[in-house]
Nanobody, 126 residues
Framework: QVHLVESGGGLVQAGDSLRLSCAAS????????MGWFRQAPGKERESVAA??????YYADSVKGRFTISRDNAKNTVVLQMNSLKLEDTAVYYC?????????????????????WGQGTQVTVSS
């Protein structure tokens, strides 16, 4: 069982930055595939970014603005979000799969992940 706790959401203005963190339980964190997903009201959950070992994935909508990173010593994955846009408003979820993933298709697919955090709200205002 892997427990995930997100933090760092909030209300910001367009153009601002936010840093989301996800703390995970488990002794083999370095081998976990970790992903960030988001869900806006009335929309389906979508992949934002993911990481497995050194392989990363970014949705086209966030490339160049968001960066995913991990600190294996702290069992933490971070999503640095810069140049935020109104359309980035959503609940952001951290997800984990306690095995490495082999390709970006798996990284960006929600059903790949067995463990999910409770979500953190990100609201971008004009």
């Amino acid at each position: 069982q892997v427990h995930l706790v997100e933090s760092g959401g909030g209300l910001v203005q367009a153009g601002d930055s936010l840093r989301l963190s996800c703390a995970a339980s488990g002794r083999a964190f370095s081998s976990y595939a970790m992903g960030w997903f988001r869900q806006a009201p009335g929309k389906e959950r979508e992949s934002v970014a993911a990481i497995s070992w050194s392989m990363t994935y970014y949705a086209d909508s966030v490339k160049g603005r968001f960066t995913i990173s991990r600190d294996n010593a702290k069992n933490t994955v971070v999503l640095q979000m810069n140049s935020l846009k109104l359309e980035d408003t959503a609940v952001y979820y951290c997800a984990a799969q306690n095995t490495p993933l082999a390709n970006t298709v798996a990284l960006r697919t929600a059903s790949t992940y067995d463990y999910w955090g409770q979500g953190t709200q990100v609201t971008v205002s004009s």
